[in-house]
Nanobody
Framework: QVQLVESGGGLVQAGGSLRLSCVAS????????VAWFRQAPGKDRDFVAAISRSAYSTYYADSVKGRFTISRDNAKNTVYLQMNSLKPEDTAVYYC??????????????????WGQGTQVTVSS
């Protein structure tokens, strides 16, 4: 089984930046598509960004395009989410997820079979 652990969340003012990390243990990390999702209180868990196994392809939700960047370092079994120009509406718990089976890249939650515990991001106005 794959274990995913997120870190890097916190409190930041609007316009600020944060970098989230997701470290994977067990399994062959370079074989998985990895994505970030987020969930605000009382709302569904929404797709944020995804990256292919080799990092050749990335995919973003329209709401974060141009502000967030997903990347990965397979040697470190780590995926990053660089978040710039943060807005109060970015406030949510951010989850890392791995797709070990379909190997598609995109925002369908059903493709992802392993999830981390989440890290809180709060953006103040």
């Amino acid at each position: 089984q794959v274990q995913l652990v997120e870190s890097g969340g916190g409190l930041v003012q609007a316009g600020g930046s944060l970098r989230l990390s997701c470290v994977a243990s067990r399994g062959t990390f370079s074989s998985y598509t990895v994505a970030w999702f987020r969930q605000a209180p009382g709302k569904d868990r929404d797709f944020v960004a995804a990256i292919s196994r080799s990092a050749y392809s990335t995919y973003y939700a329209d709401s974060v395009k141009g502000r967030f960047t997903i990347s990965r370092d397979n040697a470190k079994n780590t995926v990053y989410l660089q978040m710039n120009s943060l807005k109060p509406e970015d406030t949510a718990v951010y989850y890392c997820a791995a797709d070990t089976k379909t190997l598609r890249i995109g925002g369908n939650r059903n493709w992802y079979d392993y999830w981390g515990q989440g890290t809180q991001v709060t953006v103040s106005s």
